[in-house]
């Protein structure tokens, strides 16, 4: 993780966490999730204020919240003490079980990453899954130059091509998407991906 970027979460945790649950629901994220993920485990990397994990909580998810910022995950465990939130950073994702999950959702995070650590974040993302599980995988689109906010957040300009060449044999991408967010009006590129199953 950037470590810039970290250090502004950091610095204003409630406040982010406050601005991300005042925004319209995203609804449009959510219907990918009804549309896509199925029962099991499922981790989210990047909770933030843990919006996304109390949703799939609260649709039947056996869910798990992972993020980089401490400051982020207090303010998730203090507004849903019934889901766990733990540490964990890309691209290394120490302490999350590999092979272990159903679903993974990672909803606009690897823009936050210095490009040299997109492509191998993106293998971490999908060594998560059990065969057959799916990867929702969004980011913040910049064009031309990466750049930063006048936090210091940083956002990565990079081709999609930088996460689908990580795709391994059998792996299939079902939903492709380059629109605006209902949440943020910011415009993002959304993929849903399905590991490849078991051999038979």
Not at 33 to 57: H, N, Q, V, Y
Not at 63 to 68: I, K, L, N, R, S
Not at 91 to 120: F, K, S, Y
Request: charged share 20%.
């Amino acid at each position: 993780m950037d470590a810039t970027t970290l250090a502004a979460y950091d610095a204003d945790a409630a406040g982010y966490a406050r601005t991300w649950d005042t925004q319209p629901p995203p609804e449009d994220l959510y219907e990918q999730l009804r549309a896509w993920f199925t029962p099991g485990p499922t981790a989210e990397i990047g909770t933030g204020s843990g919006r996304d994990a109390a949703w799939l909580a609260d649709h039947g998810f056996d869910v798990h919240g992972f993020d980089a910022s401490a400051g982020l995950l207090a303010q998730a465990r203090a507004a849903h003490p019934g889901i766990p939130f733990d540490l964990a950073t890309l691209p290394e994702l120490a302490g999350v079980a590999r092979g272990a999950w159903q679903n993974v959702l990672c909803e606009t995070v690897i823009m936050h990453l210095d490009t040299a650590q997109i492509a191998p974040s993106v293998r971490a993302l999908l060594s998560l899954l059990r065969p057959g599980g799916t990867l929702y995988l969004s980011w913040r689109v910049t064009t031309d130059a990466s750049t930063r906010d006048p936090a210091g957040r940083l956002y990565a300009a990079f081709d999609k091509s930088l996460v689908t060449n990580e795709l391994a044999p059998g792996d299939a991408i079902v939903f492709d998407e380059d629109a605006t967010s209902v949440a943020s009006a910011k415009r993002l590129q959304r993929l849903v991906i399905r590991r490849a199953p078991s051999a038979p």
